[in-house]
């Protein structure tokens, strides 16, 4: 087989690929006897109709056809191989030339495919490169702002007979119309003032507003057959509560921690603190890099794969390909795609490899996201072509990671900083797996949870999700059930996870794939309703549980 390259664009090429009659001839015989088992010929039986009557029954052309279209991409697959070409997404095939149709068997095939390909990216040398990160420093605020979230998880709703304000939590009625057509309708619903996770406008117009009392506004609807439609909004809040929050004393550090005074869980507080800082130094470094090899470096996007990206994007949002959101949409496709090609570059540069139980982490991690039972969802990406995007996923940020390992990073004060406890070492890598089980290597920011994840003040244990004002109409009870659970067990004081670099999303073709793959996921945000009044003593806060590390786990290698 003969392949010949010529460079159409700087990110597109055409290759030629020439099959002699020999290298077909497997193809052809299968697609004779494959061809010889459908028809009916007198005197034979199935499968076992010689080539020249099926020639004089079917065509050879017909045949020919079959042997082409079982084997093309085979073909292309080693035509790309053997010229090292790295194509993006699907080529346009057209084939020139096929063997003889009539007279004595032989002749060759010939066809042209055109397809884009990962453009030249030349690299700045990684050990020339210098970063600077913040300094860890922790203020007063935030570790009080820490105790706050603590002592949150302990408090209780009271109800109070003045105006909403913020941070308030209320029970609403509300309904929207549009027109004279009602299009939805809730009631009893429950919400904290400030939250901003309903429509806009609602914040405002009960701030102020006593219980009871019906206020209206007009907002745009966010989903649905009106989205994007002004709707007159009617809302009524029929219950106002307050949080209720125990004094910061020696009785509280004895409730809900192992300490026995309020300074001593303080300086614990500090402590974790000043562990989340450093670890979200490693994530800051990562970003810091990232944009250095983007300053550094300056190539075309393909063409092609943008607007592929972008038909994906609206199939997935139901939209036809003409729809103008696709043009709001390029600037950011083409930026994520430069941004994949770079890393791709950079991961082939360092000999970045995926493991299997990398690979397998990680759609763990993102079933539990989706809600699904891990092997659902591996089929379900297995069924959609998803496992080598997420695979190029992983590798890319363990690029990121590796190659944090050649740059020099410094404090603000000129101090070189060691983040080898969340970007692993060369040293551990060379160790081998059991070497990954030590604590470096589970800090890593690709596999770190991040600041807005169930241990967050955000989330499970936020006051939003904590005590909604209908479940918590008696108080002091649920406080002396929670403060009698926690303390028959004194938990330690869970921490808030370090925020995590956000996962690069598997949008761009990777280098080698030949199949179109399905529209990247997006995951649904979770709202989580842990109530604190019936919490269990093991979601008090811990001492000294190990902070949530986000970085790079590249030490797993």
């Not at 690029?399 to 983040?419: F, P």
Request: hydrophobic content about 40%; cysteine-free; proline content about 6%.
């Amino acid at each position: 087989m003969k392949s010949a390259v010529e460079n159409l664009e700087p990110t597109r090429v055409k290759l030629t690929v020439e099959v002699s009659y020999d290298e077909l001839k497997p193809s052809l015989d299968h697609a004779y006897s494959h061809i010889g088992e459908q028809v009916n010929v007198p005197g034979f039986r199935k499968g076992k109709v010689p080539p020249r009557i099926l020639d004089q029954r079917v065509g050879r052309a017909a045949v020919i056809e079959h042997a082409v279209n079982d084997s093309l991409s085979e073909f292309y697959g080693q035509a790309v191989a053997e010229t090292e070409i790295k194509p993006l997404g699907q080529p346009s095939i057209n084939v020139t030339e096929i063997p003889a149709v009539t007279g004595t068997p032989g002749g060759q095939l010939v066809f042209e495919a055109e397809v884009d390909v990962r453009p030249e990216i030349t690299l700045p040398a990684l050990d020339t490169l210098e970063i600077t990160i913040d300094d860890v420093d922790v203020a007063d605020e935030d570790v009080e702002e820490r105790l706050t979230t603590l002592r949150e998880r302990f408090g209780s709703l009271v109800g109070v007979d003045r105006p909403i304000q913020d941070g308030d939590f209320v029970v609403i009625d509300l309904s929207a119309k549009v027109g004279d057509e009602e299009v939805d309708s809730v009631s009893g619903v429950s919400y904290q003032i400030g939250a901003g996770n309903m429509l806009d406008g609602l914040d405002e117009a009960l701030t102020g507003a006593s219980a009871n009392e019906t206020k209206t506004f007009t907002a745009a609807l966010a989903g649905g057959e009106h989205a994007g439609a002004d709707a007159d909004v009617t809302v009524t809040a029929t219950a106002v509560k307050e949080r209720d929050l125990p004094a910061a004393d020696d009785e509280f550090a004895q409730l809900a921690s192992e300490f026995d005074t309020i300074e001593e869980l303080r300086a614990d507080l500090r402590a974790q603190v000043g562990k989340d800082k450093d670890a979200n130094r490693a994530v800051q470094a990562r970003d810091l890099l990232l944009e250095k090899l983007r300053e550094a470096t300056d190539f075309p996007v393909p063409t092609g794969a943008v607007d592929a990206e972008i038909k994906r994007h609206l199939e997935a949002e139901g939209k036809g390909e003409d729809d103008p959101h696709g043009e709001e949409v390029r600037e950011e496709i083409t930026q994520l795609l430069r941004e994949q090609l770079l890393l791709d570059t950079l991961s082939e540069q360092l000999q970045v490899a995926v493991t299997q139980n990398e690979l397998l982490e990680f759609l763990v991690s993102n079933a539990r996201q989706y809600g699904m039972e891990p092997n659902q969802f591996i089929q379900a990406a297995a069924q959609t072509g998803q496992i080598q995007a997420f695979t190029g996923e992983i590798a890319r940020n363990k690029a990121l990671a590796i190659a944090l390992r050649q740059v020099t990073v410094k404090d603000g004060a000129g101090n070189e900083v060691d983040l080898s406890d969340f970007i692993g070492s060369d040293e551990l890598d060379a160790a081998g797996p059991d070497a990954v089980a030590s604590p470096a290597s589970a800090k890593s920011p690709e596999s770190g949870e991040s600041a807005e994840s169930a241990d967050s003040p955000e989330s499970a244990d936020s006051p939003e999700s904590a005590d909604s004002p209908e479940s918590a109409d008696s108080p002091d009870e649920a406080g002396e059930e929670k403060a009698a659970e926690a303390k028959a067990e004194k938990a330690p004081a869970k921490k808030p996870a370090a925020k995590k670099a956000p996962a690069k999303k598997a949008t761009a073709e990777d280098a080698e794939a030949p199949a179109e793959k399905a529209p990247a996921k997006k995951a649904p945000a979770k709202k989580t309703a842990t109530k604190d009044a019936e919490a269990p003593a093991e979601e008090a806060p811990a001492k000294k549980a190990p902070a949530k590390k986000a970085a790079a786990k590249a030490a797993e290698e």
